[in-house]
Every structure is written in C-alpha cells, then in structure tokens.
C-alpha cells in the first residue's frame, strides 16, 4: 500500500495563489506517476494535472494550463500543485494519486488516493 497524504488547502481570493503538497509513504515513490483531481459538490472527480515518475513529462486539463504547475521531488518522496490566478470554478476537494501508467487521466488509472485537501476561492 502507499499512503497520500495532502496539505495546502484553504480560503483564497480570486487572482491568489496557493501551493497543495503531497506526501507518499509505504511504497517506492519513483515507480508511480503522479496525479492531482478535484470534485466539487454535487460534480464527478476530474483529472487536474499528472507528472511522470521522472517528471519529465506533465500533462494538465485544458480548464487549469496555463495557471497550475505540478511538479515532484523524489528525495522528499512529495508532489505539488502550484496554482495561481485562481478562480472561484476552482473550489473543490483536491486529491492526490498514484498510478503505475504515466500520462492517465481516469480515475480508475490510479490506484492509491489521499483523503483530500479543500480548496476554496472566494469571488
């Protein structure tokens, strides 16, 4: 089993900025690809971004390029989102996954999850 564990959420205005950490244990970091989804009420879970075990490879939802960044460190067994210019359609649950397939945007691709980090951006 590997454990997820997010942190960085909280209130925001619209414009600001926050940055979400992941912490992995349990498993070998390296060997997954990571993800970040949301799910606001009432919606389904929808892939944000997913960065390669290398991180060299990223891939992002067409509704966050341009404004989030995910990145990794594999010494600290961590992955971040960076978001900036945020919106109030940005508030949502935020997760973490890992999944063994790079470049996966179905929630089904990943197997371990975190309990979820609440994001909200005030208007």
């Known amino acids: 089993q590997m454990q997820l564990g997010e942190s960085g959420g909280g209130l925001v205005q619209a414009g600001g900025s926050l940055r979400l950490s992941c912490a992995a244990s349990?498993?070998?970091?390296?060997?997954?690809?990571m993800a970040w989804f949301r799910q606001a009420p009432g919606k389904e879970r929808e892939f944000v971004a997913t960065?390669?075990?290398?991180?060299?490879?990223?891939y992002y939802a067409d509704s966050v390029e341009g404004r989030f960044t995910i990145s990794r460190d594999n010494a600290k067994n961590t992955v971040y989102l960076q978001m900036n210019s945020l919106k109030p359609e940005d508030t949502a649950v935020y997760y973490c996954?890992?999944?063994?397939?790079?470049?996966?945007?179905?929630?089904?691709?990943?197997?371990?999850w975190g309990q979820g980090t609440q994001v909200t951006v005030s208007s």
């Open positions: 996954a890992a999944g063994r397939l790079p470049g996966r945007v179905a929630p089904a691709e990943y197997a371990f």
């Open positions: 349990g498993r070998p970091f390296l060997g997954y690809a």
């Open positions: 960065i390669s075990w290398s991180g060299g490879n990223t």
